[in-house]
């Protein structure tokens, strides 16, 4: 997605339908369906949602709902890898016309109501709800290879045994957090990933804690995975290029960064594999 369009599209959603305009009092209808590589009108069209606020920002078109009823679930219809998501607060598809004339869905984005998660124990419940649904699927778990490859406990504890994840490295689907973990390990943004038929779907927690009490933010997001890896190698090519031209020596700076953390990584996997945890052949 190009950076700039999805900041001025994000403006231009805010105030091209009023809140609560989505839908009307009375309707009948318990899902929105979505899915990825198809045309992003017909989508919408045969979603099943009365309307959406809609933007073209220079070719990037987007769809997007929010302020969604309680009830209402959002549902990745692709056979073998469904997934019912409930208290949603937003949702939106985005389709880029630099992509394809076509004007696939390439990416959707979901927010959980704030409103609906109050406690530790209600967001772990109901981060497990998807997460469980990933599992049974034919997803697959993702694996970064500046990432390790651990399963378990492990797969959010340092070189040292310590709760130090690493924060961009998604934890093991396959291993119940413990309840006195959940709250120590949210408190930094983590990730589960999965990959299946060329769709990579995120689902990243976090939660801040003050004034208005505890808020949990968890998300939801669906990326046509060739399209992203376009994307990011782009985006991280002309990060590195300015900064080379203003003199920062990024490309340098940046291989010597992946070197120290391919060590580290190393020393991870090491690490869990003598506190008896898994490590994935890679």
């Not at 231009?12 to 899902?31: H, I, N, R, W």
């Not at 408190?187 to 976090?206: F, K």
Request: glycine share 8%; with cysteine; proline share 4%.
């Amino acid at each position: 997605m190009r950076k700039s369009c999805v900041a001025v599209a994000v403006l231009v959603l805010a105030f091209s339908v009023p809140v609560g305009a989505y839908f009307t009092a009375g309707e009948k209808m318990d899902q929105i369906k979505f899915d990825l590589g198809k045309n992003i009108h017909e989508t919408a069209r045969t979603s099943g949602a009365p309307k959406f606020a809609t933007s073209n920002v220079a070719g990037l078109v987007s769809y997007s709902l929010t302020d969604i009823p309680d009830g209402i679930y959002f549902s990745f219809v692709r056979p073998g890898y469904e997934v019912r998501i409930p208290k949603a607060y937003s949702l939106t598809m985005y389709a880029d016309k630099e992509h394809g004339a076509e004007l696939s869905v390439e990416t959707v984005t979901f927010m959980t109501s704030k409103k609906a998660i109050a406690t530790h124990e209600s967001a772990q419940a109901y981060v497990e709800s998807i997460v469980e649904q990933f599992q049974r699927g034919k997803w697959k778990r993702q694996l970064d290879p500046l990432c390790p490859a651990v399963m378990g406990r492990s797969s959010y504890l340092n070189e040292h045994g310590q709760i130090d994840q690493l924060g961009a490295c998604p934890l093991d689907p396959q291993y119940r957090i413990p309840a006195e973990d959940w709250g120590a390990l949210m408190h930094n943004p983590q990730n589960y990933e999965w990959v299946g038929d060329d769709i990579l779907a995120r689902l990243s927690i976090g939660y801040i804690e003050g004034g208005l009490g505890l808020r949990y933010m968890i998300n939801l997001d669906f990326d046509i995975l060739e399209v992203k890896r376009a994307r990011d190698e782009k985006n991280l090519a002309r990060e590195l290029s300015e900064g080379d031209a203003n003199g920062w020596g990024s490309t340098e700076e940046m291989k010597k960064k992946a070197t120290v953390l391919q060590k580290r990584v190393k020393d991870w996997e090491e690490s869990a594999r003598q506190r008896g945890d898994f490590v994935i052949p890679r």
